[in-house]
Structure formats: structure tokens, C-alpha cells
């Protein structure tokens, strides 16, 4: 091999790892499968009730993400889709906050209903 073939494959190399590297990234599934995944389980969870303003968010950037993926703006879609992952995360947490509050709740006014149900036999109603 001559010199200058040498240097013209050295160059068509750096041509075309510059071509590669500026053409478009390859679509985000791995990123948009799991934001998908995540606001299913937010609603599962029901975040409809207890994180409306976080559900909503989570789909709207889904929706942003899937259609810069038809646009082929990659990058785009991949950070919508970062974004509507977390905020999907965020909705389940307080879907599960929400739910756990209302049985705190529920066991509470149990307990009060007990312990004026044990008031009243103590006072005179109950047996002797």
C-alpha cells in the first residue's frame, strides 16, 4: 500500500464516522417503552383521583415524545419521554400516598367509633 492510499482510507474513515455521528440517534424505545410502562402503572395505582395534575403532565409528554420520534427528533422524544417517566413515577407515589391516607383515615374513625362504643358500655350500659 502506497502512502496516499493509506491517507485516503485514514481520511474516508474520519469522513465517515463525522457522517454517522451527525446524522440522526436512533429512535428512544428504550426510553419511551418504560415512560409508557410507568404512566400505565400511575393509572393502575389511580392517579386519575389523586395526581390529576401529574397524570396529565406524564401523558401530554408521552404524546410530545412519540411525536418527535415520527419526526425523527430523537434527542427530543428521548428527554419528553425522560420526563414523562418521572412524572408518571411522581403520580403513582401520590396515588399511593393518597390511598394509604384514606385508610390511615378510615382506621382512625374506626377507632374513635370503638372507643365511644367501649365509653358508653363503661359508663353504666354495660354489663356487671
Do not use: W
Not at 46 to 61: D, I, K, M, N, V
Not at 75 to 83: K, R
Not at 119 to 124: I, L, M, S
Amino acid at each position: 500500500m502506497t502512502p496516499s492510499v493509506g491517507k485516503i482510507h485514514a481520511l474516508f474513515a474520519i469522513l465517515t464516522a463525522l457522517l454517522t455521528a451527525c446524522g440522526p440517534t436512533r429512535p428512544p424505545a428504550d426510553v419511551i417503552g418504560p415512560a409508557t410502562r410507568n404512566l400505565a402503572t400511575a393509572r393502575a395505582a389511580g392517579a386519575a383521583t389523586y395526581a390529576p395534575l401529574e397524570l396529565r403532565a406524564a401523558e401530554q409528554r408521552l404524546t410530545q415524545a412519540n411525536s418527535a420520534t415520527a419526526h425523527q427528533d430523537y434527542d427530543e422524544a428521548a428527554v419528553l419521554a425522560s420526563e414523562s417517566a418521572v412524572n408518571s413515577e411522581l403520580a403513582a407515589v401520590k396515588a399511593r400516598l393518597g390511598k394509604a391516607r384514606e385508610a390511615a383515615d378510615s382506621l382512625r374513625q374506626q377507632n374513635e367509633e370503638l372507643s365511644r362504643e367501649a365509653a358508653r358500655h363503661t359508663d353504666g350500659g354495660g354489663l356487671q
